[in-house]
């Protein structure tokens, strides 16, 4: 055995490799450096990094001004208890302020976006007793702990709940997902029924406190929603007292072109969350902010919430520089130029592959979702194949594109197109050019029609 092989070893024989059967967790790749879309294992082998990491990277590898922020306050003053005020919180919350729509204007600070989504759980439930219910949507991925996994759609909450591991009071809303609709309607003819239910299921539930969303779908399929559909749920929260939660956990930080998705309607929410982007993956940082309305409950009543490490130093301290690069990158023009030519360039292979039965997302964040039969939408693997630890066709082709150098997350149903917003054209070209040969696994087990991809996410 060599070295590195026994140094992993040591590794994966003593933790618990996240949300895998322990067996499979045995040669995960070491990886020892990572610079702008690129990262490298202890081979020297270069990949392209085609998701962000878990679509959290978004502004690449060892940008120089997060690194120094985050190295400064290192060596000024890492870590204070958050009773204290620092200079770090202070920063990082003027520059939030500069991005986060001007209505959201109290934050809470943890470290997950778990975290950002238990807290909003807290600020709803308190101020909206007796009202407890949350409606989330099938198609949803809101974290992993017990509220997170409760509000969860996808199938890693039917694991919690058979640990009894969620909390209750969650009810499922239907999705959003035009390539497979729930109502078996086409838009615009189905005038959006997928939102306009809500009504009826939030006056025949009773005890409805909140709804949680994410704006723009993410690892459960960047799902874009027909330009109706945000403007009709806030004004059905708002006929009915509900709260509106938009999770921007993923969709945020100029993932989807803007800084939050959910300004592509123009609605504002009553709490936000968001994480990963926020800092660009440098600290880990959690971020839930509220609406006056929804912070002015907790000025009498006890805001009963908090964690150690609840406004840390040192994960604040990458907020205001990842923000400034933001804005820098975004006034180049690149990512706008980009975004268009993915875009264009994800059409095009979805044209040329029989596997790809559908084409959809804004942005950097797209998927390709891959089918067995175009005209039938037949998958070749459903949400129980997922956590069965069936050989998935979409691993199968992210599998063969890691291999020749291309990085992609993959779900059971979908690969995640989601590079970091620097990314050029050369580069693209340079994995789409990878995933093109990869596609052609799909290829071979798909039956040929006479059915084209669909583009779902052109109705924004
Ligand atoms: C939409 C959404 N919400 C919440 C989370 C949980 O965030 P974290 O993994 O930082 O706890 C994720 C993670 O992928 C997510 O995509």
């Known amino acids: 055995m060599s070295q590195a092989v026994s140094k992993i070893k040591a590794l994966t024989d003593h933790t618990y490799g996240t949300w895998n059967r322990q ?60 009773a204290f005020a620092t200079e770090a919180a202070i920063d990082a919350v003027e520059a939030l302020r500069s991005v986060v729509p001007e209505k959201l204007s109290k934050y809470f600070f943890s470290t997950s976006g778990t975290e950002a989504n238990e807290a909003a759980l807290k600020m709803v439930r308190q101020s ?48 959003n997902y035009c390539y497979r609709c729930p109502f078996d309607m086409t838009y615009p003819d189905c005038k959006v029924q997928c939102a306009r239910y809500l009504d009826y299921m939030i006056k025949e539930e009773g005890n409805v406190a909140a709804m949680i969303v994410e704006p723009v779908v993410g690892t459960n399929g960047r799902i874009v ?31 989807t072109g803007k800084a939050f998705a ?33 912070s002015n409950y907790f000025e009498q009543e006890l805001f009963c919430h908090g964690h150690t490490y609840a406004y840390h130093a040192l994960a604040a301290s990458a907020i205001p520089a990842a923000v400034a690069e933001y804005k820098k990158l975004f006034a180049s023009g690149l990512p706008q130029r980009t975004s268009q030519y993915l875009e264009q360039k994800l059409f095009e292979l979805g044209d040329k592959h029989i596997c790809v039965g559908d084409v ?11 089918v067995k039969n175009r005209k ?22 992210a599998g063969n594109a890691m291999k020749q150098g291309v990085y992609m997350a993959a779900w059971y149903d979908t690969l995640v197109i989601a590079p970091p917003l620097i ?16 596609l052609q696994i799909g290829d071979k087990e ?15």
């Open 225 to 255: 929603p027909p330009p109706e559909y945000y403007p009709i749920l806030r004004r059905i929260c708002d006929e009915n007292d509900v709260l509106l939660i938009a999770d921007e956990v993923m969709s945020g930080w100029f993932r």
């Open 446 to 460: 798909a039956v040929e029609t006479d059915v084209a991809a669909s583009h779902s996410s052109e109705y924004k």
């Open 128 to 175: 909206k007793a007796p009202a407890y219910k949350v409606i989330s949507r099938y198609h949803s991925y809101h974290g992993a702990t017990s509220a997170g996994a409760a509000f969860t759609g996808d199938p890693r909450r039917w694991y919690a709940e058979q640990a009894r591991c969620v909390v209750d009071g969650v009810c499922f809303a239907p999705d």
């Open 23 to 82: 067996s499979a967790w045995t040669t995960p790749l070491l990886i020892t450096d990572a610079e702008g879309v690129y990262f490298y294992d202890d081979k020297g082998k270069r990949y392209i990094d085609f998701s962000s990491q878990l679509m959290c990277s978004n502004l690449g590898h060892k940008n120089k001004n997060i690194i120094e922020a985050i190295t400064k306050q290192a060596e000024k003053l890492p870590y204070v208890a958050p």
């Open 262 to 294: 959910i300004e592509h309607w123009n609605v504002t929410p009553d709490i936000l969350t968001t994480a990963k982007g926020a800092t660009a993956a440098y600290t880990p940082a959690g971020i839930t902010v509220s609406s006056e309305a929804v």
């Open 423 to 438: 990314i050029t054209e050369e580069q693209i070209d340079e994995a789409l050019d990878i995933l093109d040969k990869s």
């Open 376 to 397: 039938t939408k037949e998958p070749f693997d459903t949400k129980a194949d997922k956590l069965s630890g069936k050989a998935l066709m979409t691993a199968q082709i």
């Open 360 to 370: 959809r997302g804004i942005g950097h964040f797209w998927a390709l979702e891959i």
